[in-house]
């Protein structure tokens, strides 16, 4: 399958202080990224979906001046957690999907490894 | 909207055996997929099986298959032959047939421990 992959793998950063997490899709073109957040011992939660070159679409309950989505290029979203929080610590995974062309059709998402994030 | 119920947090099997992970899900769309996903303790996720709504065959990868039943909407996943390697959670999810719109509903999990 292909390979995306996230940088930083965990960051532990001040109260206050803004984050940016990187997804890349390695040997295809990611039409479509999506970032979910996990709290320990539970499920993925989306948090948005971003198209390439265009804004991203918050699921609701997701402030989206806190969690700034940029997906400029086919290959790379970037996720900023701005003024972040205790509360903010978490476990951020991105996936990345690549359509492939209109029709009955189904296109796999690929994961990342996620990003550990902690704010003290 | 659509939801995915997974009623047993936890299973335990015992190495080479067989177990079921239950799934239900509700939707009133009559095109989607359903998918099986293991995270295990690197917490990457991984796919492990899929099924297409419109197919009536259950899928089968190796040693996972699936039983699903489209009237009743459930989704259970069978590992047979279960190695340590299979400890893992299990997240049953849904998505849609909508084209690029569409994005996967997770369940709540399944914890799958397997004992020697």
Known sequence: GAVVSQHPSWVICKSGTSVKIECRSLDFQATTMFWYRQFPKQS?????????GSKATYEQGVEKDKFLINHASLTLSTLTVTSAHPEDSSFYICSARDFKGSGRGWNEQFFGPGTRLTVL | AQTVTQSQPEMSVQEAETVTLSCTYDTSESDYYLFWYKQPPSRQMILVIRQEAYKQQ??????????????????????????????????????GGTGTASKLTFGTGTRLQVTL
């Open chain 2, 58 to 95: 259950n899928a089968t990868e190796n040693r996972f298959s699936v039983n699903f039943q489209k009237a009743a909407k459930s989704f259970s996943l069978k590992i047979s032959d279960s190695q340590l390697g299979d400890a893992a959670m299990y997240f049953c999810a849904y998505k």
């Open chain 1, 44 to 52: 993925l939660m989306l948090m948005a979906t971003s198209n390439e």
